[in-house]
């Protein structure tokens, strides 16, 4: 449930960094194109491996 939430944030994060949050709330998830969405991929992959890192050196 807490990796669930994390991702859902880390989503919206990327959407905001990319100037793609308006949209997302206008027309959804679903409906962004696919370049939109893997690019909010890419970020979101980033921002996980950094979270990682960050844990590990704990």
């Not at 989503?11 to 690019?39: D, F, M």
């Not at 991929?41 to 890192?53: A, P, Q, S, T």
């Amino acid at each position: 449930m807490e990796d669930r939430f994390l991702f859902e944030l880390l989503k919206w994060e990327a959407a905001k960094e990319l100037g793609l949050l308006e949209k997302v709330r206008e027309v959804g998830w679903p409906n962004l194109s696919a370049q939109e969405t893997g690019k909010i991929g890419v970020l979101v992959k980033r921002k996980i491996k950094e979270k990682m890192k960050k844990n590990n050196k704990m």
